[in-house]
Protein backbone atom coordinates (compact mmCIF):
# COMPACT_ATOMS: atom_id res chain seq x y z
CA UNK A 1 0.00 0.00 0.00
CA UNK A 2 1.34 3.30 -1.23
CA UNK A 3 0.76 6.01 1.72
CA UNK A 4 0.93 8.86 -1.65
CA UNK A 5 -1.25 8.92 -4.34
CA UNK A 6 0.14 6.66 -7.44
CA UNK A 7 -0.57 5.34 -10.32
CA UNK A 8 -1.03 1.61 -10.79
CA UNK A 9 0.38 0.40 -14.62
CA UNK A 10 -2.80 -1.27 -15.35
CA UNK A 11 -4.30 2.20 -14.85
CA UNK A 12 -1.14 4.44 -16.55
CA UNK A 13 -2.13 6.84 -18.63
CA UNK A 14 0.00 9.67 -20.81
CA UNK A 15 3.44 10.26 -19.45
CA UNK A 16 3.23 7.95 -16.76
CA UNK A 17 1.98 4.87 -19.29
CA UNK A 18 4.84 5.94 -21.43
CA UNK A 19 7.10 5.71 -18.58
CA UNK A 20 6.24 2.77 -17.40
CA UNK A 21 6.50 1.28 -20.79
CA UNK A 22 10.34 1.21 -20.82
CA UNK A 23 9.69 -1.60 -18.72
CA UNK A 24 9.59 -5.03 -20.29
CA UNK A 25 6.43 -7.26 -18.97
CA UNK A 26 8.66 -9.56 -17.54
CA UNK A 27 10.56 -7.36 -15.22
CA UNK A 28 7.76 -5.31 -14.52
CA UNK A 29 7.66 -2.02 -13.05
CA UNK A 30 9.44 -1.38 -9.27
CA UNK A 31 7.23 -0.92 -6.72
CA UNK A 32 9.69 2.55 -5.74
CA UNK A 33 8.92 3.97 -9.74
CA UNK A 34 5.58 3.21 -8.71
CA UNK A 35 5.84 5.45 -5.59
CA UNK A 36 7.17 8.22 -8.14
CA UNK A 37 4.19 8.42 -10.41
CA UNK A 38 3.21 10.56 -7.25
CA UNK A 39 5.74 13.29 -9.02
CA UNK A 40 5.56 12.86 -12.75
CA UNK A 41 8.22 14.89 -13.26
CA UNK A 42 10.46 13.66 -10.94
CA UNK A 43 9.79 10.14 -11.92
CA UNK A 44 10.43 11.04 -15.72
CA UNK A 45 14.06 12.44 -14.30
CA UNK A 46 14.96 9.33 -12.81
CA UNK A 47 13.99 7.29 -15.41
CA UNK A 48 16.76 9.75 -17.11
CA UNK A 49 18.86 8.80 -14.52
CA UNK A 50 18.60 5.27 -15.05
CA UNK A 51 19.12 5.15 -18.43
CA UNK A 52 22.24 7.05 -18.54
CA UNK A 53 23.33 4.31 -15.96
CA UNK A 54 22.37 1.51 -18.36
CA UNK A 55 23.78 3.10 -21.11
CA UNK A 56 27.18 3.88 -19.42
CA UNK A 57 30.21 4.14 -21.68
CA UNK A 58 32.65 2.57 -19.34
CA UNK A 59 30.79 0.20 -16.35
CA UNK A 60 28.85 -2.75 -17.56
CA UNK A 61 25.15 -3.15 -17.32
CA UNK A 62 26.48 -6.38 -14.47
CA UNK A 63 27.98 -3.54 -12.71
CA UNK A 64 25.21 -1.42 -12.05
CA UNK A 65 23.01 -4.57 -11.17
CA UNK A 66 25.21 -5.88 -8.85
CA UNK A 67 25.84 -2.27 -7.36
CA UNK A 68 21.97 -1.86 -6.92
CA UNK A 69 21.71 -5.67 -5.10
CA UNK A 70 24.17 -5.20 -2.98
CA UNK A 71 23.54 -1.67 -1.84
CA UNK A 72 19.96 -2.72 -1.34
CA UNK A 73 20.74 -5.68 0.60
CA UNK A 74 22.77 -3.86 2.72
CA UNK A 75 20.51 -1.15 3.52
CA UNK A 76 16.82 -2.99 4.08
CA UNK A 77 15.92 -2.36 0.47
CA UNK A 78 13.98 -5.33 0.29
CA UNK A 79 11.83 -4.49 -2.86
CA UNK A 80 14.87 -3.50 -4.73
CA UNK A 81 16.65 -6.61 -3.66
CA UNK A 82 14.12 -8.86 -4.91
CA UNK A 83 13.79 -6.82 -7.89
CA UNK A 84 17.61 -7.06 -8.60
CA UNK A 85 18.32 -10.38 -7.70
CA UNK A 86 15.63 -11.00 -10.35
CA UNK A 87 18.15 -9.40 -13.14
CA UNK A 88 20.98 -11.17 -12.26
CA UNK A 89 19.45 -14.48 -11.86
CA UNK A 90 18.59 -13.52 -15.49
CA UNK A 91 21.85 -12.98 -16.20
CA UNK A 92 23.39 -16.52 -15.37
CA UNK A 93 24.57 -15.64 -11.60
CA UNK A 94 23.93 -18.50 -9.58
CA UNK A 95 21.69 -18.09 -6.20
CA UNK A 96 24.64 -18.86 -4.01
CA UNK A 97 26.62 -16.48 -5.40
CA UNK A 98 24.13 -13.43 -5.60
CA UNK A 99 23.67 -14.31 -1.69
CA UNK A 100 27.83 -13.70 -1.28
CA UNK A 101 27.54 -10.53 -3.03
CA UNK A 102 25.66 -9.06 -0.16
CA UNK A 103 29.32 -8.56 1.10
CA UNK A 104 31.44 -9.85 -1.33
CA UNK A 105 31.84 -7.85 -4.87
CA UNK A 106 34.15 -10.64 -6.07
CA UNK A 107 31.11 -12.98 -6.30
CA UNK A 108 29.36 -10.96 -8.89
CA UNK A 109 31.90 -12.19 -12.05
CA UNK A 110 32.84 -8.87 -12.83
CA UNK A 111 36.33 -8.03 -14.10
CA UNK A 112 38.66 -7.18 -11.41
CA UNK A 113 38.48 -3.43 -11.69
CA UNK A 114 35.15 -2.99 -11.73
CA UNK A 115 35.36 -5.53 -8.08
CA UNK A 116 37.76 -2.75 -7.03
CA UNK A 117 35.60 -0.13 -7.86
CA UNK A 118 32.24 -1.81 -6.26
CA UNK A 119 34.56 -2.36 -2.89
CA UNK A 120 34.86 1.01 -2.51
CA UNK A 121 31.22 2.47 -3.22
CA UNK A 122 30.41 0.08 -0.68
CA UNK A 123 32.74 1.61 1.67
CA UNK A 124 31.44 5.10 0.40
CA UNK A 125 28.30 4.16 1.91
CA UNK A 126 29.50 2.94 4.64
CA UNK A 127 32.66 5.20 5.87
CA UNK A 128 31.84 7.84 3.20
CA UNK A 129 34.24 10.12 5.18
CA UNK A 130 36.86 7.46 5.51
CA UNK A 131 37.58 7.84 1.69
CA UNK A 132 41.29 8.90 1.06
CA UNK A 133 43.16 10.08 -1.86
CA UNK A 134 44.89 7.05 -1.96
CA UNK A 135 41.52 5.06 -3.06
CA UNK A 136 40.92 7.28 -5.66
CA UNK A 137 44.17 7.50 -7.12
CA UNK A 138 44.06 3.80 -7.19
CA UNK A 139 40.80 3.53 -9.07
CA UNK A 140 42.02 5.95 -11.34
CA UNK A 141 45.55 3.95 -12.01
CA UNK A 142 42.57 1.03 -12.56
CA UNK A 143 41.00 3.08 -15.47
CA UNK A 144 38.84 5.02 -14.05
CA UNK A 145 37.76 8.25 -14.40
CA UNK A 146 36.67 10.52 -12.44
CA UNK A 147 33.59 10.70 -13.66
CA UNK A 148 33.27 7.09 -13.78
CA UNK A 149 33.65 6.79 -9.83
CA UNK A 150 31.56 9.76 -8.76
CA UNK A 151 28.34 7.77 -11.12
CA UNK A 152 29.02 4.49 -9.51
CA UNK A 153 29.09 6.12 -6.25
CA UNK A 154 25.72 8.28 -6.93
CA UNK A 155 23.73 5.21 -8.05
CA UNK A 156 24.62 3.70 -4.72
CA UNK A 157 23.27 6.61 -3.12
CA UNK A 158 20.77 7.10 -5.08
CA UNK A 159 19.74 3.21 -3.77
CA UNK A 160 19.96 4.62 -0.51
CA UNK A 161 17.76 7.97 -0.88
CA UNK A 162 15.56 5.19 -2.79
CA UNK A 163 15.10 2.72 0.46
CA UNK A 164 14.24 6.02 2.94
CA UNK A 165 11.61 6.76 0.30
CA UNK A 166 10.36 3.18 0.23
CA UNK A 167 10.63 2.85 3.71
CA UNK A 168 8.50 5.98 4.51
CA UNK A 169 5.47 5.51 1.87
CA UNK A 170 5.15 1.93 1.01
CA UNK A 171 3.81 -0.47 3.61
Do not use: W
Not at 47 to 72: G, M
Not at 87 to 104: K, Q, T
Not at 125 to 143: C, F, I, M, N, W
Amino acid sequence: MFLLETVAPEAAKGLIADLYAKFPPEIGVPKTLQLMSASPGLMERHLQVIDYFRNHKRLSPEFFTALRYSVAAKVGHAACEVFNRGILSRMGLEDERIRRLECDPTAAGLDKEEEQLLHFVHKVVDEPASVTEKEVKALRSLGFSDADILDACSAAANMVASSVLFKAFIR
